[in-house]
């Protein structure tokens, strides 16, 4: 349907429609972004997770698989019931190596990050190394030859760990999914 087959009405709508922004146009858009910024304003952080999240870097390196996490309530070893609801325990799985982290609440905000690597093969853990990213920061940690490592005083939100084999591996490093401390 063409506009001449088009109600006159329907016509009208149309011609304004093609045709350039008026100042009109322009005060009505400006009170539609400032109702939109008031009634529905976007998320405290939402870009910084949008952009972390997209930052792979590291494209060439292998991601790691979430394979489980464990419900708080079936924790073992938890001195109370409330430290129990507050315990997170998560497992990524990638051909290099098999990773089990606990989080733990560490303060305001906080959490510890006690870690256990298991390398595929014959390859040992000690020598990997283990970075978080979180808040548009760092934290490393090596890994000792039990594969535990450990990182105190991390910022809850989103984060995502960095296993980076020994030199001498002749491996890629493995990068988990983001995932919320």
């Given at each position: 349907m063409d506009g001449r087959?088009?109600?006159?009405?329907?016509?009208?709508?149309?011609e304004l429609a093609a045709g350039a922004l008026d100042p009109a146009d322009e005060r009505v858009l400006?009170?539609?972004?400032?109702?939109?910024d008031e009634f529905d304003p976007v998320p405290?952080?939402?870009?910084?997770?949008?952009q972390f999240a997209l930052?792979?870097?590291?494209?060439?390196?292998e991601v790691a698989r979430l394979q489980r996490m464990t419900?708080?309530?079936d924790l073992v070893g938890a001195r109370s019931a409330e430290a129990a609801e507050q315990v997170c325990r998560i497992t990524f799985t990638a051909d290099a190596a098999t990773v089990m982290v606990t989080l733990t609440p560490s303060g305001p905000g906080q959490v510890r990050v006690d870690g256990w690597l298991a390398a595929a093969g014959d390859l040992p853990a000690a020598g990997w190394s283990v970075r978080i990213r979180a808040d548009g920061r760092n934290w490393q940690a090596d890994v000792?030859?039990?594969?535990?490592?450990?990182?105190?005083?991390?910022?809850r939100g989103l984060a995502q760990l960095v296993f980076a084999a020994p030199a001498q591996a002749?491996?890629?490093a493995v990068i988990t999914p983001t995932f919320e401390l």
């Open positions: 087959d088009m109600p006159a009405d329907k016509t009208a709508e149309a400006a009170m539609l972004a400032r109702a939109s405290a952080g939402l870009v910084d997770r949008v930052a792979l870097d590291e494209v060439y390196d419900e708080p309530a000792d030859a039990d594969g535990r490592f450990s990182v105190d005083a991390v910022p002749d491996r890629h």
